[in-house]
């Protein structure tokens, strides 16, 4: 019959492990180990896990997107403006829609 494997601390080699966290997968003795949400952690991974957590890039990507749609309508609107004040006044005053119908005389 085998002897039961020990595994040593992560941390501190001379100590026999008591628990492997779940996170990082290494073993670590009772005083690098606590307790948190139903799960036995690491210090760092508990550190990790209670840090808030950086915005993903996709809420990143998601106001570049944004950002870049208000500014092409913005400059649609700016460039059609400045073809407005570009047309020359007289450019209303021919045959066009605010002209009456002109009749045409009965027979």
């Given at each position: 019959m085998s002897a039961p494997?020990?595994?040593?601390?992560?941390?501190h080699p001379e100590?026999?492990?008591?628990?492997?966290?779940?996170?990082?997968?290494r073993a670590f003795c009772?005083?690098?180990v606590t307790e948190?949400?139903?799960r036995v952690l690491c210090a760092s991974c508990l550190r990790a896990a209670a840090s808030p957590a950086?915005?993903?890039r996709r809420r990143i990507a998601e106001r570049f997107a944004a950002a870049a749609g208000f500014l092409a309508a913005w400059l649609f609107f700016f460039l059609l403006g400045r073809l407005l004040v570009?047309?020359?006044?007289?450019?209303?005053?021919?045959?066009?829609f605010g002209d009456p119908p002109t009749r045409s005389e009965p027979r």
């Open positions: 494997l020990v595994l040593p601390c992560f941390r100590r026999e492990a008591a628990a492997r966290c779940p996170a990082c997968r009772r005083e690098c948190h949400d139903g950086a915005p993903p570009a047309l020359p006044s007289s450019a209303g005053e021919g045959a066009g």
